[in-house]
Structure formats: structure tokens, C-alpha cells
DNA sequence: TTGAAAGCGCTAACAT
DNA sequence: ATGTTAGCGCTTTCAA
């Protein structure tokens, strides 16, 4: 059933029936309606590949995740979706597994949907400028930046926080409360990624305070997975290790740690405070309420779109915005005990 | 840049670059290798709009997914990646919003990919015959049957668990431990929803039971949102309802109300028991474990893509496929202390 | 207000 | 082994 069928059906020419699909003007209200019926009745839809294929112009802007189901990148999306519609374009989602190509997955996005500007959404932090030039539109990266690759600086923009820094925010709290033996939950996953950036931050809030730091507080799961996570403070406890609060990088991982501290027998806050970086929604609901760092979701997203909308239409250029983390003070952290 | 430039950069024509990108064998070594180089050098990105266009056939299955922040969802969706995958096929994967018409996006996608078959997962009861004509391919509900539309069994596969059946089950579990004055929460999202089938459940737990059915125990929630969950809760506590156990429609949900429980100063399970269905990985790390009847995601999963496939290579029929739940004994229900 | 016709970028006969 | 060419379904001039 293609849109010529549809012509015969009700005898117009394509064109016609084009005009109808895409409201035009110029059709006489009785042909237009003939033409409406007969789409109805024959169950036409028209094919988007046809249509982006001659199409000229759009208003699509593509938005490409890696990672179905990180809950953090799931709350930005729904505000990129909204932002993106106020200013009147259209959000083209598509998300990818972790390990593909979201770059790759941008640049094809990109002719198939004809995109004017892409927003990517927990890629990698090591991008080269040659396999940026497979993309032809602008793009900014949120909640990352290149940290490690070789992008110049007016060539993308970026929003994010400061990972490091942010790390040694949160483990200062900790601090601030006290606490001199802190652990620190992390994934191993890649060498350039958050993980080892909010390491970073632990181990330089560690120095900057003149404590030593201890590989034998450190947990890591192999995985970002919440069983690694247990299984990974289960094993630091059971191997004697001995501190009297947590560091997570994550929240979704703190709730599993939370669980394994609880199932030792480690009350938390009272045995072991617990703190991480994000500000999930559904960590204001663990018992206790999770102690987090807020990633501002909603100005991230507004951030974002701002920028790539003001290079789409020629009235800003490249930036790379660093956001706050707010303190989301829950019930996890306490002063220690001893 | 197209096939067209690339051909003219190293001297062949259009075809021999189609022959190279497609790894046809009928292409000399060194021209393959030139081909090549002239791709990567030109940063060449085919259209996919013009490849689906032209090309035939496809080995691609679509998933439509209703809802992005799902997490049951979620795991299914990786599940059926690794399914699709196994038999040789390609997922090709479509989230959008809830408020999304996902019959129309499987028939644009049908149309854009050339699939071969959809897997529909989270939509709606109520298809018509008519809207879904506008697929021309075989497809399954996952997680869903067309309990209120005028489907043909015989046009449609489907895999699915009892929910009112289920959700009674569930009742039962803690009218086996003996609690008498059981809440329930729920989303007042549709009437043709999940939530309202599993709600039939509870009340035909009541009275197969010989239990009054009492709206003073129903706790409503605007919106599927863990918010509104707990708002929900808090107000039954805070008008007085009297209840030793709480059913809940979701996991999600189920944590808000174990929070709320919490904060209202009842323990679980020891003042009020907590169960729910699905069986999210999450809730095995909430603080008491959830006891949920757990849906069989991998299964789910690996029966939708049998029946598609099955279809589609011509050796099957379609058939509605109902799963069991199983049981996972958490720590929220207890017997009533009282 | 309508229709005819030229492509959009690509694949797949068909020729060579 | 390689090139030529006819479309895929649609939008968009351009003419009528």
C-alpha cells in the first residue's frame, strides 16, 4: 500500500495525496476529505524512509543513550523530550546497548532522520575528531565531557559535573561528620570512565585531608550491576575491613550496598553511613532515605538544548557548561560511633 | 557525501561501493581495501532511509515499548535482544511515551525497517481489528493480552500472566498468614489497565474468602509515580484505616509504600506485611527484601520470539501463551501481630 | 487547484 | 570482477 494505491483508490494523482499527507493548502475541502477517507480505508502509512529520504529540511534533533536502563539517564530524557518539543522541534530517541557505538549510531541516525543537532546521552569520554566527523551537525555531550580524547574545545559542547570534584564533595561530608576510615564503592568497567573520575575525587579528598589512602577499602564490582555491588561490599566486610562509612558512585549501586551493609548486621547510618552521587528519585524511598549528591537533571536538559538549539540557529556557539551537585540530605549518613 | 561520491574519490562505480558495503564476495582484494579507505577517509555514513528503502528483505524484528522508564520493561527488553539475536534476527527497538499511539509506531516502523514481525510490550487491552490493520506483519503482546478489544485470538499471539488470578494469589499469600484486614494500592491510571485487573484480584481474593470488600482500604494513586504511591499510603494510615497488610499492584509502587509504612512509624513486616507482583532484580535490595510474585521475564521473552519467529518462518500458529508467577519470599509479610 | 515528472541515496538485476 | 541502470515511496518544483 503505498501512497500512488492510495491515488488510484480514489483517482487524484500523488501529488495530491501528498499534499493532504503533509496539509497543504492548496486542496479543495471535498477532494481533501475523499483523499482522508480512502487513507483510512485502505490503511495507509506512509513510509518515513521515503519520506526523510527527499525531504529536505526537518526538525529533528536526535538524542542517542547508551545504557537501556540507567535510571538517571531515563529522568533526563523525559525533560529533554519536553524542552526539545517547547522550542519546536521534534526529539528523535534512540537508545543503544552499552556497548555499542553511539557515535556510529548518531552519524546514521543522523541521514535516516535528518537531524539538525544530536544530544548524547552517557557516551564515552575518549572521542577523536576523526570519529567525530562522521557526524556533519552539531552535538553536545550530557553528563560527560571528553576528558580523554582529543576534541577541541570549540568543536562540542558539553554539560556535566565536575565527577572528581563532586567525589571529594561527597566524601568531605562524610568527613564532616567525622569519619576517618571511609570505603569507597566502585565499578572497574573502563579506565576512562565516571567511575574512575569520582575515584579519583575520593582518593584526593582522602590526601587533602592528610589521610592515607587504603586499597583495602575499596570495593569494586565487575559490572555496574547491583549484585556486583553486594557481593563486592559483602566481601569487604567479611574481609575484615574496617571503616565506618561509604562512598558509592552511584545511587542505584548504594542501594545495594545499604542491602549488604544491613544484611552483616551493620545498621546504617548508626554502623556505617553510606553516601553517593546522583540523586535518584526512587533512592528518596530506601529505608534510610539515601544521602545523596543531586545531579540537576532538569537543568542539564534545559542546558543542553539551550546550546544546541542557539548553534542550530546561529546565535551561540560551542560551550561547556559545569553544573552544580546539590546536596540531598537523606538519613544515611550519621556521626560514627566510635 | 554519498556512495556516489565515494565511487568517484577511488575511481569505481556506485555499485562496486554497494558490493563492498553490502560484503558481497564479487570484489577483487585490492579494490575492496581501496573501497575501504576511500569510505573511512571520507567519513562516509550510509542512509539507512535508502537502504530500507530499496532492499527487500530484512531480518528485523521490532519491539515497541511503551514506556521509557519501565523497569520491568527494562529487563525484558534485554532479554528479548539476546533472543532475537540468537535465532539470526535483528531487534530493532522503539521506546515511546506512554501517551504514545504504539500501533502507529510499529506500522511506521514496519514500514522504515521492513520488519518481519513486531513484539509489542507494556500497550494496551483494547486494540480493534481495524487500527490494527495498518500492520501488515505478525505480532505478539508481551506482558499483555486484548482482554477488552475485538482481536481475533487467531490474529494475534500473546504471552502473558493471569493478572487477576495472580494478584488473588497474592491476597492469598497473606490471608495464609493470617491477616484479615488487607489494604491495597493501586494506579487509577485507566480502566482498562493493569492495575484495574489485578484490583479484580484482590476483591475476588476477599470474597472467595468470605471477606467484606472495604473502600476504606484501597489507597489511589493518581499517576503510576512512586510520589503519588506514597502520598497514597500515608493518607490511608493518616485516616485511620485499620490494616495489618498491604497488596501492591508493582514492585515500584511497593517501595513507596514500604517508605511510607516506614515513616509513619510501622515497621515491616512486624506492624504491617508488604506484597507485590513483578519482581523487579531491584527490590531484592530494599530494606526488608520484598516478597513479590515474580513475573518470568527470560521466559516471557523467549516464548514471545518463539511464536513470532515461528510465524514468520511459517512453522507456527498464533496462540496465547499465559505464564506463572513464582514466589519470592522476601521479609515484608509476616504473620499480624495482633 | 491539480498533475507530471525529476530526483533523494541506495540495491539488485542485467550487461559486459 | 565491474559497470549501467531501473526503480524503492515519497516530496517538490514546474506547468497547466
Redesign the pocket.
Known amino acids: 500500500?503505498?501512497?500512488?494505491?492510495?491515488?488510484a483508490y480514489c483517482?487524484?494523482?500523488?501529488?495530491?495525496?501528498?499534499?493532504v499527507?503533509?496539509d497543504?493548502?492548496?486542496?479543495?475541502d471535498?477532494?481533501?476529505e475523499r483523499v482522508r477517507a480512502a487513507i483510512r480505508e485502505c490503511n495507509?502509512?506512509?513510509?518515513?524512509?521515503?519520506?526523510a529520504?527527499?525531504?529536505?529540511?526537518s526538525t529533528a534533533i536526535g538524542v542517542v543513550s547508551r545504557g537501556v536502563d540507567n535510571p538517571f539517564l531515563s529522568s533526563l530524557i523525559r525533560v529533554l523530550g519536553r524542552e526539545i518539543h517547547q522550542r519546536g522541534y521534534t526529539m528523535v530517541l534512540q537508545q543503544i546497548p552499552t556497548s555499542a557505538d553511539e557515535v556510529r549510531a548518531a552519524a546514521e541516525l543522523e541521514?535516516e532522520k535528518k537531524l539538525l543537532g544530536v544530544i548524547f546521552l552517557g557516551g564515552r569520554f575518549n572521542y577523536t575528531e576523526q570519529e567525530l566527523r562522521q557526524l556533519t551537525v552539531p552535538f553536545v555531550c550530557c553528563t560527560y565531557t571528553n576528558t580523554f580524547g582529543d576534541l577541541r574545545e570549540d568543536a562540542y559542547s558539553s554539560v556535566s559535573i565536575r565527577d572528581e570534584e563532586e567525589a571529594c564533595k561527597a566524601v568531605e561530608h562524610l568527613l564532616s561528620h567525622g569519619h576517618r576510615r571511609i570505603a569507597v564503592l566502585l565499578d572497574d568497567a573502563g579506565d576512562s570512565s565516571i567511575g574512575q573520575l569520582r575515584f579519583q575525587g575520593y582518593k584526593r579528598a582522602l590526601e587533602k585531608h592528610g589521610l592515607d589512602y587504603d586499597p583495602g577499602l575499596v570495593a569494586l564490582t565487575g559490572a555496574y550491576d547491583m549484585k556486583d555491588a553486594y557481593d563486592g561490599v559483602c566481601a569487604l566486610i567479611d574481609g575484615g575491613a574496617d571503616f565506618t562509612a561509604l562512598m558509592v558512585i552511584s545511587d542505584a549501586l548504594a542501594m545495594a550496598a545499604m542491602k549488604a551493609l544491613t544484611d552483616r548486621g551493620r545498621k546504617v547510618p548508626e554502623d556505617c553511613s553510606v553516601i553517593a552521587i546522583d540523586g535518584l528519585d526512587m533512592t528518596n524511598y530506601t529505608v534510610p532515605t539515601l544521602t545523596t549528591l543531586c545531579q540537576p537533571a532538569a537543568e542539564m536538559a534545559r542546558e543542553s538544548v539551550d546550546m544546541l538549539t542557539g548553534i542550530i540557529e546561529g546565535t551561540g556557539v560551542h560551550r561547556h557548561k559545569l553544573v552544580e551537585t546539590t546536596l540531598r540530605e537523606g538519613a544515611s549518613v550519621a556521626a560514627p560511633r566510635r
Open positions: 500500500m503505498t501512497i500512488k494505491d492510495v491515488a483517482g487524484v494523482s500523488v501529488s495530491t495525496v501528498s499534499r499527507l503533509n497543504h493548502p492548496d486542496v479543495r471535498d477532494v481533501r495507509f502509512v506512509p513510509n518515513n524512509s521515503a519520506r529520504l527527499v525531504s529536505s529540511r541521514r
